[in-house]
C-alpha cells in the first residue's frame, strides 16, 4: 500500500490537506466495501459450488472465512485508533532524560524535542515514534504502537485474496457449470473446438464470473506485492523509508517483539490479543557492531 504515497509523494508534500481529504476516504472506503464484498461473492457465490449448502465443509468454509475478514476489519479499525504520535507518550516521557539528551533530535515543525526513530508527517502534522510511513489505506501514520495491527491487516488482505483464488480455481475444477463460464474454458470450447455451449441466457452470469476473477487478480496481485516490504522490517528492525539500515536489528525473536508485542506471532489470532510492547518507543537499543559480536 505504501508504494502508492511514494506515486503521490509529490502531491502529498506540495498539498497534504487536500491529498488526505481526497486519499483517505476513498482508500479506506475501497478497502472496506472491498472486504465485504470478496466476502459476499465467496460464501454465496463460488463456495457454493465446491460444497454442499448443507454439509458440514460449507460450514467450515463460513468460520473461516469470518475469521479472516474480522482479522482484516478489526486490525483497521484498531490500526487507525492507536495513536504512534510523540503526544500519546506520558507527559514526563515527552521529554528526554540527561543521558538520552544527544539521542533526541528537535522538530521545526512540533517545536520539540523527539526520541530517536520519531520522525514528523506532513499528513498527520505530528512526530511519529519509530516512523514507518503514512497509511492512507488505514488513514493514519504506520508507528511503533500501531506497526502490530498494520502487518495483520496486510496479511489477511493477502491471505484473503489467496483463498479466494484458490476457490476459484476449485470450483473450476470440480463444477462443470462453473468451469463452462471460466473465461479460459470457453475460449478452448467457442474459438478452438467451435463446440458453442455457452448460450446468450448465460452472458450475465458468464460475464459477472469472469468479472470476479479479474477484480480478484487486482486484489491479490496488490495484496502479494505489499508483503515483501515487510521482510526487511521483521528481519532488520528497519522500517519502509529506512530500507537495509541495520542498527537497531538485534535478531528476529526479539525484532518479533518489539513490533508485534510479549505474543510475537500469537498476535494473528486476533487484534484484540493483549500484547504489550517492550517499551514506550522512546529507547532504542542499538545492535553490538560485527567487531564486537563476540564481546
Ligand atoms: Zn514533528
Ligand atoms: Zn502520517
New binding site residues.
Partial sequence: MCFVVNVCKRFAKEQPKTFVAITHPYCVSLLLVGTVFFFLAEMFYVVPFIFDTGGGMYKLAWLVAIFIVSNILGNELVCYLTDTSVASLPEERRTPKPEEEHLWSY?D??KMK?PPRAW?CKLCK??ALRRDHHCIFTATCIGHNNYRYFFWLQFYLALGSVLFLVSYLLAVAVNKEFRNRYVLVWIIKNVWKRDYDIHVANWNEFLWQNWLLMLNTYAFTFSLLMLPYQLPIFYLNTTFYTGSDCRYNLGLRRNIKLLLGQRGLWTFISPWINSPLPHDGTRWEEAKPLGNINS
Avoid: I
Fill in positions: 522538530c515543525e512540533c523527539v514528523h505530528c512526530c
